[in-house]
């Protein structure tokens, strides 16, 4: 793992993963607008594999890393052939890609791909996703393997410090309090996020390894998104009386949510030799980043 390519790389994790490790690594962040000021952004149509292919033969490339996706659950409700089109048919073209070059493809995926059922998911439970983006997620991953056994896929949700111009679950939350605007966060939806940093060395030390096929990258135990907020309120020393307790209300959205996204981490855990993937140290790190 030496040069990279970050499809979305403009985006959270792009940005953050070069951050965190471009100086250790050649990485390359391909953007859908070429008006980024970061030195090694690129702008770079996906659908055009003949322009990708050039790029990753002059750079020689040995790493994609496709983070690219529509990740608005309503949109993707909407616009059902453009969800799709982004979020299944592309990452399968380019896990082709991929394969044909020698290059090592990682996928990110998503947290909602189950039902409500209360149980963590393991990474072979089945699947059975209630909207339109868990549909389009699934059906990339079964493409993708189908298509390239020597894939790495993450099923995961993170947080952590994103670009200014597009605010992440816990950049809202701490923008929110810190201004005296109170919040309000379902207290029915479960979720095991990551810090973003944190999934980065999982997903660097996976490949290092050489692993493939899908792996949960989530934290040890689930909380609510309620719950959440009160953790980074505590942890920031900002007003917990500013966040009020909400229940998913469908009818204020266009897409159904799953209310447990928790996944089971055992075989990440077992394959890094990892004890424990605690959330609290894992906002003791984000502090730090301040």
Known sequence: MKNIIITGGLGF???NFNSQFNKKLNIYLIGHKNKSKIR????????????????????NIDTII????????DYCEKNKKECFEVNTNLPIKLSKLSKQCKVKFIFLSSDQLF?????????????KPINNYGKS?????????KNNNKALILR????GFAPKYKKSFSDWIIFNLKNKKKISLYQDIYFNPLYIKFLNNLLVKLSLKGSNGIFNASSDNKISKFQFGVKIAKKFKLNLKMIEKSKFDIKKHVAKRPKNMCLDNYKIKKE???????????????????
């Open 66 to 73: 496709h983070a690219a996706a529509i990740t608005d659950v």
């Open 115 to 127: 039902n409500r059922n209360t149980k963590c998911k393991k990474e072979n439970a089945v699947t």
């Open 137 to 145: 997620k699934v059906m990339a991953e079964i493409g993708i393997l």
């Open 156 to 159: 995961t949700n993170f947080f």
């Open 13 to 15: 994790f792009g940005t």
């Open 40 to 59: 090694n952004s690129y702008f770079i149509d996906l659908k055009n594999i003949k322009e990708l292919k050039k790029f990753i033969y002059k750079k």
């Open 272 to 290: 890094l030799n990892l004890n424990k993937i605690s959330l609290d140290s894992q906002f003791n790190e984000m502090l730090k980043d301040l």
